[in-house]
Each structure stands twice: as structure tokens, then as C-alpha cells.
């Protein structure tokens, strides 16, 4: 197999995100969905909401738990909201998903949707795909993201049917469900797990550490190895998720999109890393960062 391809400011100048129209409107900068959040980490899906909107998308639905859907909104005043079913847990509940009226209206006019983050129930993960799967329209870039990934082996043939690649945004632990093996044997040939899951989904696949690995289903693999430690803290994969959603919705292919969301997320980091120290800043303040890095390459 060739070697990766290193993501660099130089190839992204040469594969630049689509520029919206100056006359367009926040619908033409493209809308997306963002499915996730839990009473156990609450603002989670708030960071991926921002970064939708910091990527340049112009707007952002957000669904989540009934409890966390009108304080998200006030928080956040520039998103919509959507009110899902609650389980006891606290995690968006399962059953009844696929027949709720306003996640259905969302997802049909959407133009990308990113689902997971902030989740940990694995069974509510699946649900949100089977809901996606059924009622997106087959040209919507999804980004399938922490919960969403733990069930999707019996889904690979529905994910491979769609019309465009998914992004599916792994650490290890979660490409060892994507592959069902042990981590272990992801840690030893990461480049080779990072093939076989893209192969195998038909996706494109970002393998995340210290070196992030970027695989698409025409065999290409991309390594990204900015960015620094302190990007492994809370939060840092939800705002990931959401900046590939974001440059989705504005045009971005699948493969574009994921490429750009790592590089923004890396350099993100790495300005954090010199203004405030290598460890000890906060997801959060890895989204200020991003619009002038969009302007810069």
C-alpha cells in the first residue's frame, strides 16, 4: 500500500472548500441536523452545534433530550431545536424515533447531518442511524460520530448503498467495534484498520490520535500530525464531528469535508497550545479559532 499522504496547509490551498455566493442567503450556506447530547454530558452537542456554525454553515437544527432542548436553545440562541423522547438514563430514548414528525421534517431538509456526540447508549446510537438511514435524502453527507458507531457493522450494507460516502470519526475503542477486533489490533497497523473500516462501510473513515488518520473508499489515506496533546481532552471529538458537518453542508464532499475538519481542529489546537499552553485549554475555545484559519489558507 502507498504511503499517506500528508494533509497540509499546501494541499488544502490546492482543494479549497466551496465559497458561498455573496448574494446567498443562511439556507444556501447550507443547513445542518445535529442528533445527540445526554443528561450525562449536557453541553456536548452544544460544541458541535457552534462548530457547524464556525465552519460556515448557515444553520443548525439540534436534537437532543427533551430536559436539555429548551436550555440548549437559550444558550445557544442561534440554533433550533428539536425535543426528543428521554430515557431513564437520560439518553435519547430508542423507541418511537423513526415516527417523530419534527425529526422527520428536519431530515428531509437538511443538506448534512452529523449524529452521536455526547451519547454513550449504544442502542439510542442505532436507533439515530436507523432514523437517519430511513428518512435522509440519499444526497445529505451524514457524519456518524461516538454512539452512532457502536452498532453500524449490521448497517454496512445500508451505508454503502448511500449515494455519498459517510463519515465515520472513530478513536480507537470505537474502530474496534467498527471492525470487531480488539484495540490491540487496531493499535498495531492503524493505516490497515483505517482501510479495511472504509472498505468495508464504503466510507470515509477518520481514524483519530496523536496522528489522525484520514482513509477514503477510492483506497487514498490521508495523516494529519499537528495539533498537539491537548487536543485529548472532553469535547475536542464533538467539535471535530461538527466542523466536518458544517463544511459538508456548504458544499465540501465527504473526503473534502473530513480532510478540512481535521486540519481546522489540528491548527485549532495548535494556536490554543501557544496562546494559552500545550495542556489545560478547553474544547470550547478551540471554535473562536476556526474562522480565521478558514480566511488564512
Not at 494541499?11 to 479549497?16: D, Y
Not at 470519526?169 to 498495531?188: D, F, K, N, R, Y
Not at 469535508?257 to 481535521?262: E, I, K, N, S, Y
Request: proline content about 5%.
Amino acid at each position: 500500500m502507498a504511503d499517506p499522504l500528508r494533509l497540509d496547509s499546501d494541499w488544502l490551498r490546492a482543494n479549497p472548500v466551496p465559497a458561498p455566493d455573496q448574494e446567498t442567503d443562511k439556507n444556501g450556506r447550507g443547513r445542518v441536523v445535529a442528533l445527540g447530547g445526554s443528561a450525562q454530558v449536557p453541553g456536548g452537542i452544544a460544541l458541535t452545534a457552534e462548530a457547524v456554525l464556525r465552519a460556515g454553515a448557515g444553520k443548525i437544527r439540534v436534537g437532543t433530550i427533551g430536559s436539555l432542548a429548551v436550555p440548549l436553545g437559550l444558550a445557544m440562541p442561534e440554533a433550533g431545536v428539536i425535543a426528543l423522547p428521554e430515557s431513564d438514563s437520560g439518553e435519547i430514548a430508542a423507541d418511537g424515533l423513526g415516527q417523530n414528525p419534527r425529526l422527520a421534517s428536519s431530515l428531509e431538509r437538511c443538506d448534512a447531518l452529523v449524529a452521536g456526540p455526547a451519547m454513550s447508549d449504544g442502542k439510542a446510537g442505532a436507533a439515530l442511524v436507523d432514523a437517519v438511514l430511513a428518512g435522509a435524502a440519499a444526497e445529505v453527507t451524514l457524519v456518524l460520530d461516538a454512539a452512532a458507531l457502536e452498532h453500524l457493522g449490521e448497517r454496512a450494507d445500508a451505508l454503502r448503498a448511500r449515494e455519498r460516502p459517510v463519515v465515520l470519526t472513530p478513536h480507537i475503542g470505537e474502530m474496534a467495534w467498527l471492525l470487531s477486533c480488539e484495540a490491540q489490533a487496531i493499535e498495531a497497523d492503524r493505516a490497515a484498520a483505517a482501510r479495511a473500516a472504509s472498505d468495508r462501510f464504503g466510507a470515509v473513515v477518520v481514524l483519530k490520535g496523536a496522528t489522525t488518520l484520514v482513509a477514503a473508499p477510492d483506497g487514498r489515506l490521508f495523516a494529519y500530525a499537528g495539533g498537539g496533546v491537548g487536543l485529548a481532552t472532553g469535547g475536542s471529538g464533538d467539535v471535530q464531528a461538527g466542523l466536518a458537518a458544517g463544511l459538508a453542508a456548504r458544499g465540501a464532499d465527504p473526503l473534502l469535508a473530513a480532510l478540512w475538519a481535521v486540519w481546522l481542529h489540528g491548527e485549532a489546537g495548535r494556536r490554543c497550545a501557544e496562546q494559552i499552553g500545550p495542556l489545560g485549554f478547553l474544547a470550547r475555545e478551540l471554535l473562536a479559532h476556526v474562522p480565521a484559519l478558514l480566511r488564512a489558507v
